[in-house]
């Protein structure tokens, strides 16, 4: 008797686990397919895109796309459409036919950059009756997903303190009327999110639909003639994060480390620290004398100390080596760079394949406390943080004792002299021959 107890407790208990782990995480019995737009370049995100689409930036340990796929597919959404242009052969290459993730990914050209509505009609071919549209650089909540997928046809919005950024809804008892696009003086506050449920008639819409005056066919211009037809739900978003910014790499990184589950499958020198939640990557070696603040990811191959300070909400991408002395505050290194000895890097986003000289400090705030400029595009622009370091382009290499002045952007290939003064928008072109 006391056995057949037994076992009945343990097969609750499992029961019980299953349908916890299932609630949260699994699939939900909905099957769509969403088409997401991942053509574009990114050229505000430059010089991070020099050599990679901004939807494979590394954020909080994954490309930015593959998050975003994750999310859709544990709201519901069992295929997906790519739609590629710049840097395709990288998205081809890490996805593949989506196996790997329990998905299915399909692939759609869009050879001109010529606006949204023109990558969206690109996967016309591919479209189901009914799906789902995400754009590449935006990374919604699953839970507001989850509600698009029921809606017959939906936008997604979210309220913002600076409307003049983003185009703004119009809507009448939770129905979408129109888009206005970005405007000096914005009738709402709602912005448009940039996720969409469709059926296939906004291809038909898309199709009368004339060039932009910015010479675009623009995916909005579209929804506002579908919305003389038919009626479109507005689904607010409990949380959004838009990855449009080089330093937004940084405020998301601070968000989803919140949630993250440590894992260390690294070795971990005895004298080494680690503190609260910080995930190690395979082959990686934490060195004695370093002491690790979680929430932190560090990858695989990675060579970190002997006695060096990694703080909170740091990114380490594969085969990064971080020396003895070093200090890395919040930031993202990306795969293979190396952070010399007596060096300090602090809210800083460095690309792959860089080189500190020893004793590199990447300054990060302003003496008068001020708001940091920084550059898009090549125009200073407000970043509207008061630390930001340095913006490094792929393969930089900074000489012994250099300075970096807050906010400075680097472009790939950049070769420094020893005790360097680097500030403002620096050229590759601009290196000095050693």
């Not at 799906?131 to 839970?143: A, E, I, S």
């Not at 971990?268 to 939640?277: C, R, S």
């Not at 002045?405 to 590759?428: C, D, K, M, N, W």
Request: glycine share 12%; net charge positive.
């Amino acid at each position: 008797m006391h056995v057949v107890r037994a076992i009945t407790l343990k097969l609750f208990r499992f029961i019980y686990s299953y349908k916890t782990f299932y609630s949260r995480h699994a699939k939900p019995v909905i099957c769509m397919q969403a088409i997401v737009l991942a053509a574009g370049e990114g050229s505000r995100m430059r010089p991070l895109t020099a050599n990679r689409p901004k939807v494979m930036l590394p954020v909080a340990g994954k490309p930015l796309l593959e998050h975003i796929i994750i999310r859709a597919r544990f709201a519901g959404v069992t295929s997906f459409v790519l739609v590629v242009g710049y840097g395709q052969s990288t998205i081809r290459s890490y996805f593949d036919d989506g196996q790997r993730m329990g998905v299915e990914i399909d692939y759609a050209i869009q050879d001109k950059q010529l606006g949204t509505g023109h990558a969206l009609m690109a996967a016309r071919p591919n479209a189901a009756d009914r799906f789902m549209v995400l754009n590449g650089d935006v990374l919604p909540d699953t839970g507001s997903l989850r509600d698009m997928v029921t809606q017959e046809a939906a936008v997604s919005a979210i309220r913002v303190d600076d409307p003049s950024r983003y185009g703004v809804f119009l809507e009448r008892g939770g129905y979408f009327e129109s888009v206005v696009e970005k405007s000096a003086n914005p009738p709402s506050n709602l912005a448009n999110a940039g996720i969409y449920v469709f059926k296939g008639s906004i291809f038909d819409a898309l199709e009368k639909t004339p060039l932009s005056t910015r010479g675009e066919y623009e995916l909005t211009d579209g929804l506002n003639l579908l919305a003389t037809k038919e009626k479109i739900r507005i689904v607010s978003l409990e949380s959004w994060l838009e990855i449009g910014r080089p330093w937004d790499i940084l405020a998301a990184n601070e968000i989803m480390l919140k949630d993250l589950q440590p894992s260390i499958l690294g070795t971990v020198e005895p004298g080494a620290t680690l503190k609260g939640n910080a995930s190690v990557g395979k082959g990686t070696i934490i060195r004695s004398g370093a002491y690790i603040v979680g929430p932190v990811i560090i990858g695989e191959g990675c060579d970190i100390g002997p006695n060096c300070y990694i703080r909170p909400s740091t990114c380490i991408g594969n085969n990064v080596r971080v020396g003895n002395a070093v200090e890395v505050k919040n930031s993202a290194i990306m795969d293979g760079s190396k952070i010399g000895h007596l060096s300090y890097v602090g809210d800083c986003v460095i690309g792959e394949r860089c080189n500190f000289g020893a004793g590199t400090i990447c300054s990060n705030l302003r003496h008068d406390k001020a708001n940091i400029k920084s550059f898009i595009r090549g125009q200073r622009s407000d970043s509207g943080r008061r630390k930001l370091g340095v913006i490094m382009g792929d393969g930089v290499m900074t000489g012994i004792n250099t300075t970096i002045y807050p906010g400075t952007v680097i472009e790939p290939g950049f070769r420094g002299l020893p005790a360097a003064v680097l500030a403002g928008l620096v050229a590759a072109c601009s290196a000095q021959k050693q």
